[in-house]
């Protein structure tokens, strides 16, 4: 079954510093990769999403991540915090079961950004 | 896109008591999902409820502690039934786009069991 891993359950930036949320990926198919951001007391929003097509995928809010498969990784990165992109963000895959695709997250980076 | 509105936002209960969580979406959707997201936790999901057939529960999840009903495209409730404080977490809906595999989210209804 697919699976992600988060380095890091927080990171801690500076406003205007280079944010970098790491991901990396267990799959034996192509993978479909996803990044969720949780602002306090909210639901999920989507940031972006890898479904096999371009490699670097541009998201909303700044961000952008790049699928390398040699690293089976899917980082997430923005080059310059804002104070409101503090906020928890999950990475997340599609996987099978019991024949539905179903997401299944990581478990969460808290990104912290100081004035 | 998908906007989903669920209710309630939040709520506090007694142990023994049951909650029914509703989430509505605008468009008709096939697959709707409930999750559980336990204080400082990642996402768990529930089951997945498909419109016309009984929800498909995860392993740690069974039918009568959580029912769920989807009557329709659009609707679902999930209930935590005989409520205990372990029972106290954020519990999420969730809905697959039409041809996009995106998932859409509602915001969440943040349960505290006393």
């Known amino acids: 079954a697919q699976s992600v891993t988060q380095l890091g359950s927080h990171v801690s930036v500076s406003e205007g510093a280079l944010v970098l949320l790491r991901c990396n990926y267990s799959?034996?198919?192509?993978?479909?990769l996803f990044w969720y951001v949780q602002y306090p007391n909210q639901g999920l929003q989507l940031l972006l999403k890898?479904?096999?097509?371009?490699?670097l995928v541009k998201g909303i809010n700044g961000f952008e991540a790049e699928f390398k498969k040699s690293e089976t990784s899917f980082h997430l990165t923005k080059p310059s915090a804002h104070m409101s992109d503090a906020a928890e963000y999950f990475c997340?895959?599609?996987?099978?079961?019991?024949?539905?695709?179903?997401?299944?997250f990581g478990t969460g980076t808290r990104l912290l950004v100081s004035p | 896109s998908a906007v989903i509105s669920q209710k309630p936002s939040r709520d506090i209960c007694q142990r023994g008591t049951s909650l029914t969580i509703q989430c509505q979406v605008d468009?008709?959707?096939?697959?709707m999902f409930w999750y559980r997201q336990q204080p400082g936790q990642s996402l768990t999901l529930i089951a997945t409820?498909?419109?016309?057939?009984?929800?498909?529960?995860e392993s740690g999840f069974v039918i009568d502690k959580f029912p769920i009903s989807r009557p329709n495209l659009t609707f679902s409730t999930l209930t935590v039934s005989n409520m205990s404080p372990e029972d106290s977490s954020i519990y999420l809906c969730?809905?697959?786009?039409?041809?996009?595999?995106?998932?859409?989210f509602g915001q969440g209804t943040r349960l505290t069991v006393v």
């Open positions: 969730s809905a697959e786009g039409q041809g996009d595999r995106e998932a859409f």
């Open positions: 799959s034996s198919v192509p993978p479909y």
């Open positions: 890898y479904t096999s097509a371009a490699t």
């Open positions: 997340a895959v599609i996987t099978m079961n019991t024949g539905f695709q179903k997401l299944v």
């Open positions: 468009s008709q959707v096939t697959m």
């Open positions: 409820a498909n419109q016309g057939s009984e929800a498909t529960y």
